[in-house]
């Protein structure tokens, strides 16, 4: 199967995966809210789930919980980085955001239903046994907490009004957890399930994870809003170091090549196997939105 039609129907089920975990709940502001969050986007950590699994034997119907969650996660963090007192975004996906749509009280607690559904769904027998179902569940824990996603998103919020720009090691560590820290795990859920050597996909997913947010920032300042679904040119507006910023345009797209050969290179030992893994890893430099 090609990369684009993989990552395709990793969407497919994974958003039929949120449905059915949402079906059948309360007729209320929040789980509608909750619904609209989780539609649309690349569903890109849900596809590494599912592929890194694939690529070592695991089908999709055991590891798509698993894929669901991390993208119930990610969903969460974006309704909440939307808020006013965050990012303070109107759009997202091209819709609405969810405190525009609805209110910040409703927007609160759907990201907070949102991550409490992740480790719901990460309890699905479907995985595996226990200690599995465990690793997956504290291993997400660390990558969205206080040692991962927060950690970043504090840092970034820190640094807006620090006395000076962050240095390029500075924003690296940020980013990290902001943004790499969920991709990490996701790179290598599926080694979890499949009781397989997590390190060659830890090492391809951190690369892949700093790799997307210099695509990101390289984004941010050549594309297209309509396009990206998502305001554009904030950081500059704001005065914040962004790997652009810092290594300038040019040298952020050498930078995040450089990272996509490593992130290749950590995949040799899968041989053809890896070859959707590799397409991902140069999709992200490639991607518009």
């Known amino acids: 199967m090609s990369f684009d039609a993989a990552l395709t129907g990793a969407a497919g089920l994974v958003q039929a995966r949120l449905e059915a975990a949402l079906a059948g709940r309360a007729d209320q502001p929040v789980i509608h809210a909750m619904r609209h969050a989780v539609q649309g986007g690349k569903r890109l950590r849900g596809f590494l789930v599912l592929e890194g699994a694939r690529m070592l034997g695991v089908d999709a119907a055991r590891a798509v919980s698993a894929a669901a969650a991390v993208e119930a996660l990610h969903a969460y963090s974006l309704v909440h980085d939307d808020l006013p007192a965050m990012d303070d975004d109107d759009l997202r996906r ?3 955001t969810v405190h525009v749509k609805w209110d910040e009280a409703t927007a609160i607690l759907a990201g907070d239903a949102l991550q409490t559904l992740a480790f719901e769904l990460l309890c699905d027998p479907a995985l595996g046994p226990a200690e599995v179902r465990i690793a997956l569940v504290a291993g997400l824990a660390r990558a969205s907490g206080a040692e991962g996603m927060v950690l970043g998103q504090a840092l970034d919020i820190a640094a807006e009004t620090a006395a000076r720009p962050l240095t390029l090691a ?4 940020l980013q990290a957890g902001k943004t790499g820290a969920l991709i990490r795990w996701a790179g290598t859920a599926g080694a979890v399930i499949a009781g397989a050597d997590q390190a060659p996909l830890d090492r391809y997913a951190a690369a892949l994870g700093l790799a997307f947010q210099i695509a ?3 984004l941010d300042v050549t594309g297209d809003a309509g396009t990206a679904g998502k305001a554009l ?6 005065g914040k170091a962004t790997f652009v910023s810092l290594l300038g345009l040019e040298g952020a ?4 090549r450089d990272l996509v050969a490593g992130a290749e290179a950590a995949l040799a030992p899968y041989g053809d196997r890896a070859a959707n893994l590799v397409a991902a890893a140069r999709y992200i430099i490639a991607r518009d939105k």
């Open 216 to 218: 990101d920032d390289i």
């Open 253 to 256: 797209r050498a930078r995040a």
């Open 233 to 238: 040119r904030k950081d500059a507006a704001a």
């Open 94 to 96: 091209g819709q609405p």
């Open 170 to 173: 500075e924003i690296t560590e």
